[in-house]
């Protein structure tokens, strides 16, 4: 068994306050915690600090949030602690090879795929999107490449077909923080263990934008189900329904929906909207959950209670906003 470790965490979201919660609650030594500056959130831009910081304040953790990790202050702020290891989990700020050598083991760090795929930002939503039937947390050795570092540790977990972004990374969260302790607790036989990643497999998670959330109805009918779920919670899928914005929180697969021009509705009743799709609208998928401009998400069962001609057969869907 590893020697008690002395980490210094570096992260961010809820993601991230995971792995510190189950660090904490280790054998392991906090010694301090990083992450990103408090920034404007919300409607009301309100200034607010991330589940990390607000986790490692109730820890009585000392809290250090520079802008870039690449000055000789910052670097001077994490040697002074000393670290065995450095562990990061969706930290957000690049960590140059200064910072690397500074831990006495180096940095890990927690990442939500199964690498070499879906290295990036977005790993979660990229794999739900591309219909992948699983995914994973790979426990990784940092170097100076994005998410090239070689592999300590990986635990696999299927995508469901009712997976969303959300369920998965709740799941992800989980394992991954999990995953840490288990390397952490016998840390030199990982690092003994240690496997490269083959950069031919490599594919890239880009950062998401609301802008990608826009249905094509010409794609296929499983592709827009994917999509629907991967962008559950966000930035969610959405389309336009007489000029307007209408956003799409769960849809399945429907054959009984096709013909017609792709986007046209088909059919409305209690169970969803019925839209085809595809290139010719020979595929067909059922909106079970929608959000009308102004109002709060809702089953289309629900809807029609106060709206019923809120949809119609013969609307087309995906027109200028």
């Known amino acids: 068994m590893t020697e008690r470790l002395r980490i210094a965490f570096a992260g961010t979201p809820d993601f991230a306050r995971t792995s510190l919660d ?41 809290v250090f949030q520079p802008q870039t990790l690449k000055t000789p202050e910052a670097q001077a702020e994490l040697a002074a602690l000393a670290p065995d290891l450095m562990v990061v989990v969706a930290y957000g700020l690049l960590l140059p090879k200064a910072v690397l050598d500074i831990p006495r083991f180096g940095c890990v760090n927690v990442h939500g795929s199964v690498l070499p795929r879906w ?84 594919t890239y998670a880009h950062k998401l934008s609301k802008e990608e959330g826009a249905i094509d109805w010409s794609r296929g009918a499983r592709e827009i189900v994917d999509l629907v779920r991967a962008f559950d919670p966000w930035p969610v899928a959405h389309t336009t329904l007489r000029g307007e914005t209408l956003r799409v929180w769960s849809a399945v697969r429907d054959d009984s ?52 001609d809120a949809l119609r057969a013969g609307d087309l869907l995906g027109g200028a906003a």
Not at 283 to 293: D, H
Request: proline share 6%; hydrophobic share 40%.
């Open 22 to 62: 189950t660090l904490l609650a280790s054998r392991h030594a906090v010694a301090g915690v990083w992450t990103q500056p408090d920034r404007p959130a919300g409607r009301g831009q309100k200034v607010v600090m991330s589940p990390v910081k607000e986790g490692a304040l109730a820890a009585g953790i000392p």
């Open 119 to 202: 290295r990036g930002a977005a790993p979660i939503q990229r794999a739900i999107a591309a219909g992948d039937r699983e995914t994973g947390v790979t426990i990784m050795q940092m170097d100076v490449g994005l998410d090239t570092g070689d592999m300590l540790h990986i635990v696999r977990t299927p995508i469901a077909p009712d997976d969303t972004g959300g369920s998965v990374h709740d799941r992800l969260a989980a394992l991954g923080a999990q995953a840490l302790v288990t390397v952490l607790d016998d840390l030199p036989r990982f690092l003994a263990a240690r496997e490269k990643q083959d950069d031919a497999l490599a």
């Open 257 to 308: 929906a096709r013909g017609g021009t792709a986007g046209t509705v088909t059919g409305v009743a209690r169970d969803g909207i019925r839209v085809a799709c595809g290139a010719q609208g020979n595929e067909g998928v059922r909106i079970t959950r929608v959000q009308m401009p102004g109002k709060k998400a809702m089953a289309v069962g629900d809807l029609l209670n106060g709206h019923p």
